[in-house]
């Protein structure tokens, strides 16, 4: 199984230590490396993924005068989509506890964040092996 490394960044909550009787809790920014598994044709637990992201580039795209192709994304099915990504590919280790991927879940610009970059980093180029020009 292949795996890549990303460094995270997301609001998550601690006791507020100034006030520890209160049992309130606080936001706090965390930032940790996590990870994933890369895409795999082969892996049966990430086909449904795999046809969830191939939504975004056959339904909802537009291919210009010179082939490109420019994603319209629909943020909700966008957010569905990360978020299945992350439940389905992410190794929970001591690094990354179930906590962490919890509370990732959890943020939205988080997720966002991540979207995007697995969007350009990894959803395109595991589909255009197989669309080439």
Known sequence: MKTFTKELTWVGWDIDTENPDSNETIEVERTKTATFKELSRTDETQHKLIFKISELFDSKSVRDDEG???VDL???????L????VKDLLI???D??????????????GLMSFGFWMLQNHFTPFFSKFNPK
């Open 68 to 70: 490109n192709t420019d």
């Open 74 to 80: 629909n943020s909700a099915s966008f957010c569905d």
């Open 82 to 85: 990360i978020k299945k990504a």
């Open 92 to 94: 929970v280790n001591a």
């Open 96 to 109: 990354f506890t179930e906590v962490d991927k919890r509370e990732f879940l959890q943020d939205a610009l």
